[in-house]
């Protein structure tokens, strides 16, 4: 089945040790979107690519960096967690941000703690 | 600032009975909204959508209402089912930049549909 795989599904770091979480698509979808979701609120859109086009918004620290090196993968790098920055990883693909009915696939995400 | 608020962190219904779920937004430039269901473990998964130039679209069980004087929009499950029971997230999405679509979700509301 074609899907939204992130891996690790459990993420432990220590502060300050840098970290990269992945997630790779089989639905080769054009854009990649990463998310932050922190306890009980709502999931935050950190910047997403279209194609190699990256897009970041405007309040995502710059402690938060991506790569996409093909159209199935993509990572996010944390250079310098800290304990405000555990939270779950929520990877989505979408074919073309364009459409207004495109919908947001999304993996099971990855949950990061930071020690 | 929330632009996507959702005002009830959970809902318990009877099985068979009507589960409605609300939301409430601010930014009037919002013109296209969804709800996504997830389940414990798993990513969101998209349910149903509506433009804000309808008000009312439905899907089998799922009807989504949208009062656009109200910024107000309402998920109606009828009948429940136990098989429900998730977290379901409110989101829009409005033209950011051109043509990317940007979705902004809300909290969340955990549905229990009791046997």
């Known amino acids: 089945d074609a899907m939204v795989i992130q891996n690790p599904r459990y993420q432990v770091t220590q502060f300050g040790k840098p970290v990269t979480l992945s997630c790779s698509q089989t639905?080769?979808?054009?854009?990649m979107y990463w998310y932050q979701q922190k306890s009980s609120q709502a999931p935050k859109l950190l910047f997403h690519y279209y194609d190699k086009d990256f897009n970041n918004e405007a309040d995502t620290p710059d402690n938060f960096q991506s790569r996409r090196p093909n159209t199935s993968f993509c990572f996010l790098d944390i250079r310098s967690p800290g304990l405000g920055d555990a939270a779950m990883y929520l990877c989505a693909t979408s074919i073309y941000p364009g459409l207004r009915t495109d919908t947001q696939y999304f993996g099971p995400g990855t949950r990061l703690t930071v020690l | 600032d929330q632009q996507v608020k959702q005002n009830s962190p959970s809902l318990s219904v009877q099985e068979g009975r009507i589960s409605i779920l609300n939301c409430d937004y601010t930014n009037s430039m919002f013109d296209y909204f969804l709800w996504y269901k997830k389940y414990p473990a798993e990513g969101p998964t998209f349910l149903i959508s509506i433009s804000s130039i309808k008000d009312k679209n439905e899907d089998g069980r799922f009807t989504v209402f949208l009062n656009k004087s109200a910024k107000h929009l309402s998920l109606h499950i009828v009948p429940s089912q136990p098989g429900d029971s998730a977290v379901y997230f409110c989101a829009a999405s409005e033209e950011s930049g051109g043509s990317n679509y940007k979705l902004t979700f809300g909290k969340g509301t955990l549905l229990t549909v009791n046997p």
């Open positions: 639905l080769n979808h054009n854009v």
